[in-house]
T-cell receptor, first 111, second 115 residues
Framework: ETAVFQTPNYHVTQVGNEVSFNCKQT?????MYWYKQDSKKLLKIMFS???????VNETVPRRFSPQSSDKAHLNLRIKSVEPEDSAVYLC??????????FGSGTRLLVI | GDSVTQTEGQVTVSESKSLIINCTYS????????LFWYVRYPGEGLQLLLK?????QKGSSRGFEATYNKETTSFHLQKASVQESDSAVYYC????????????FGKGTHLHVLP
């Protein structure tokens, strides 16, 4: 099956902990993205990588860091989570500037 | 910066009735951005519904249509007769030019179709 796969689906953690989300695409795309969807359902881009190079780095807190080992993987690490990090994190991929394919999302709850 | 404004909240329509979800955009990075409608059906991931990259053109998919209107900077989503299976969240989006690896989304409109 070719798609964008995200793990975990859901994660609950306490303030100050570190979390890491995984994203893998099997579509042969060369560009991957992380979006954050907050409680108001607004989707905002955080990062995008093209051929393992960071090309979009929006203004996000420094505790967020993307990690790309190859074109098919783009993970997201959050050091010392805060309550406002509670959101759905969506991973997507595309071939260059073509249409996105999204994963099903990772819902983070910080308590 | 670039932005998208669409009908917010929930829209409720009875089956077989017509639908319009408004979307307007502001693109400071480029005169002619690419415009999209994405949809998230219950239990599924966000997926592309239709796109238009040329001003004045119309995109269509699954009975939905949207026309890229440069004069009014609008890209409204319409359907003549909705079905219960159209119940979903719809997002209007644009991609500007200064950084083509970034799509800007609206806040989403939850469509609820009554049987």
């Amino acid at each position: 099956e070719t798609a964008v796969f995200q793990t975990p689906n859901y994660h609950v953690t306490q303030v100050g902990n570190e979390v890491s989300f995984n994203c893998k695409q099997t579509l042969g795309h060369d560009t991957m993205y992380w979006y954050k969807q907050d409680s108001k359902k607004l989707l905002k881009i955080m990062f995008s990588y093209n051929n393992k190079q960071l090309i979009v780095n929006e203004t996000v807190p420094r505790r967020f860091s993307p990690q790309s080992s190859d074109k098919a993987h783009l993970n997201l690490r959050i050091k010392s989570v805060e309550p406002e990090d509670s959101a759905v994190y969506l991973c997507a991929s595309s071939y260059s500037n073509s249409d996105y394919t999204f994963g099903s999302g990772t819902r983070l709850l910080v308590i | 910066g670039d932005s998208v404004t669409q009908t917010e909240g929930q829209v409720t329509v009875s089956e077989s009735k017509s639908l319009i979800i408004n979307c307007t955009y502001s693109a400071t990075s480029i005169a002619y951005p690419n415009l999209f409608w994405y949809v998230r059906y219950p239990g599924e991931g966000l997926q592309l519904l239709l796109k238009v990259i040329t001003a004045g053109q119309k995109g269509s998919s699954r009975g939905f249509e949207a026309t890229y209107n440069k004069e009014t900077t609008s890209f409204h989503l319409q359907k003549a007769s909705v079905q219960e299976s159209d119940s979903a969240v719809y997002y209007c989006a644009l991609r500007g030019d200064t950084n083509a690896y970034k799509v800007i989304f609206g806040k989403g409109t939850h469509l609820h179709v009554l049987p």
